[in-house]
């Protein structure tokens, strides 16, 4: 099973879906658990929208975003306490349900775990594939938007 993960961090929204068109994906799950961007394309409400302009599929996930006060250790720094206020979401029945359906999912389509951070190493996305890795074996993708301005 196969399975990408992207960033819109400083990427243009044109990019961004060419990005997820030249990997092949067919659906972008966002793990963001507030979904809203300062951003309008990357805002839950317009991006399932301008994301099925290019064929892709679009979904939130919520239940495998950050809670805030992992958000806040994050932004302090407390990288310790992120992680383990972030595996303490994800032992969540909620966040367990999703992983399976995720797993579900990978197994007939190429989705996408989409959240803001570009790089993985920084971002609770590489947490839910180690969650998924532990259950299964899976190919995991992770893509960098490149910008097409000069």
Do not use: N
């Not at 992207?6 to 793990?31: K, M, P, Q």
């Not at 006060?69 to 966040?95: N, P, T, V, Y």
Request: proline share 4%; charged share 30%.
């Amino acid at each position: 099973m196969r399975i990408c993960t992207i960033g819109y961090e400083r990427a243009a929204f044109e990019d961004f879906a060419a990005t997820l068109v030249a990997a092949g994906v067919t659906s972008v799950i966002d793990v963001r658990a507030a979904p809203h961007s300062r951003r309008r394309e990357f805002a839950f409400k317009h991006l399932g929208p301008e994301l099925a302009e290019y064929g892709i599929g679009y979904e939130s996930w919520p239940e495998l975003g950050t809670p805030a006060e992992g958000r806040a250790a994050a932004k302090r720094g407390d990288m310790a306490g992120f992680a383990r206020i972030f595996e303490e979401q994800l032992a969540s029945g909620a966040a367990r349900t999703a992983l399976d359906a995720l797993l579900e999912r990978m197994a007939v389509d190429r989705p996408c775990l989409m959240c803001y951070e570009r790089d993985p190493a920084h971002c609770h996305r590489t947490l839910i594939v180690e969650r998924l890795r532990a259950r299964a074996e899976v190919d995991v993708r992770d893509l960098f938007v490149e910008s097409s301005s000069t």
